[in-house]
């Protein structure tokens, strides 16, 4: 299967030759032509590479790669008319993987896009595994999109509280003290009273309706989950 990319670019000319030689090339492309439409792409079908032009209006392409790379390592290239060493920093500082300044050959473009992916594939072998899943009855998790889903609905929690999910889905039906629960989600460094356990625990629950996690009175918490016998 081809990667998909995205090329924002608010020049017709630019966009359909990048577009034309990318597709020549047997990727998919969609283009769009300015950051607003990029973030919706963003947000509903995102891509495996982007192809941003600075100089966008609205939304231009620092902000958007900003954005972009702060929740996602998708390779990212800036094209841009501005040759100024200050320029091309600060676009690789914000998260952009290479610089392209205009006017460009579309041959080049492409050559930058084939070795950036496979740098890409190279470097990130566990690549097949993004989409890690971790379950305990109707409780998944997937660790590196940060997602919980109980009875298949996605559930809304903070930073805090799917740390406290990992640590139980990871280590299922074992017993851990409030305070250890406390080293391992607030730090070492954290000198609050172990009531912070009972709050988040409270808070779960309120949540999830039907958690499995079980009060060991008098120690801590576990999540519960009934082992299948076999047939």
């Known amino acids: 299967?081809?990667?998909?990319?995205?090329?924002?670019?608010?020049?017709?000319?630019?966009?359909?030759i990048v577009s034309a030689y990318l597709r020549k090339d047997?990727?998919?492309?969609?283009?769009?032509?300015?950051?607003?439409?990029?973030?919706?792409?963003?947000?509903?079908?995102?891509?495996?590479?982007?192809?941003?032009?600075?100089?966008?209006?609205?939304?231009?392409?620092y902000e958007l790669c900003k954005?972009?790379?702060?929740?996602?390592?998708?390779?990212?290239?800036?094209?841009?008319?501005?040759?100024?060493?200050?320029?091309?920093?600060l676009g690789l500082e914000l998260g952009g993987d290479d610089y392209l300044t205009k006017p460009f050959s579309p041959r080049e473009m492409v050559a930058r896009v084939k070795r950036l992916f496979k740098r890409?594939?190279?470097?990130?072998?566990?690549?097949?595994?993004?989409?890690?899943?971790?379950?305990?009855?109707?409780?998944?998790?997937?660790?590196?999109?940060?997602?919980?889903?109980?009875?298949?609905e996605e559930v809304e929690i903070t930073a805090k509280e799917f740390e406290i999910l990992n640590i139980f889905i990871t280590n299922q039906n074992r017993a851990f003290s409030r305070?250890?629960?406390?080293?391992?989600?607030?730090g070492e460094d954290y000198f609050g009273s172990d009531r912070a356990v009972d709050d988040l625990i409270k808070r779960l629950r309120k949540k999830i309706d039907g958690l499995p996690v079980e009060t060991v009175w008098g120690y801590g918490y576990r999540l519960k989950i009934e082992k299948e016998e076999s047939k």
Do not use: C, F
């Open 179 to 186: 305070e250890e629960l406390l080293t391992k989600v607030w």
């Open 120 to 152: 890409v594939d190279r470097t990130r072998p566990e690549k097949k595994d993004e989409k890690k899943k971790l379950q305990a009855g109707s409780l998944v998790l997937y660790p590196n999109e940060r997602l919980v889903l109980w009875e298949g």
């Open 67 to 89: 954005t972009i790379r702060q929740e996602s390592e998708v390779p990212i290239i800036i094209i841009s008319a501005k040759d100024e060493e200050l320029d091309k920093i």
């Open 1 to 16: 299967m081809k990667h998909s990319i995205v090329v924002v670019e608010d020049d017709v000319n630019i966009r359909n």
């Open 26 to 61: 047997g990727y998919q492309v969609t283009v769009v032509e300015s950051g607003e439409e990029a973030l919706t792409i963003w947000k509903n079908d995102p891509p495996d590479m982007w192809i941003l032009d600075i100089m966008l209006p609205g939304i231009d392409g």
